[in-house]
């Protein structure tokens, strides 16, 4: 049964910056479209990043030009840099594929890492 484990989260000062780790156990995601997603109190979980199996990114437009995805096929690891760092980018981060895995129709999810950033 594959396991998805969010790592790296903390407590930041704006401006600063992060380095998540998300690594897949159980299956082999190398062939996957992979996403980091992420839910701020109160709202719907959204994705943020995403990576194709050949390696090409796309983001949401509230983290473009600050948050880099990339990912390790050897390792099945996921990653997401994330510099200048708002205080409305405070929320649980989770990985994974996209479109998320599932199984028996329910959705796969790991505990997701806490991101907060302090005004």
């Known amino acids: 049964q594959v396991q998805l484990v969010e790592s790296g989260g903390g407590l930041v000062q704006a401006g600063g910056s992060l380095r998540l780790s998300c690594a897949a156990s159980?299956?082999?995601?190398?062939?996957?479209?992979m996403g980091w997603y992420r839910q701020a109190p109160g709202k719907q979980r959204e994705l943020v990043a995403a990576?194709?199996?050949?390696?090409?990114?796309n983001y949401a437009d509230s983290v473009k030009g600050r948050f880099t995805m990339s990912r390790a096929n050897a390792k099945n690891t996921v990653y997401l840099q994330m510099n200048s760092l708002k205080p409305k980018d405070t929320a649980v981060y989770y990985c994974?594929?996209?479109?998320?895995?599932?199984?028996?129709?329910?959705?796969?999810w790991g505990q997701g890492t806490q991101v907060t950033v302090s005004s």
């Open positions: 994974n594929a996209d479109p998320p895995l599932t199984i028996a129709s329910h959705e796969v």
């Open positions: 159980g299956r082999a995601l190398s062939i996957n479209a």
């Open positions: 990576i194709t199996s050949g390696g090409s990114t």
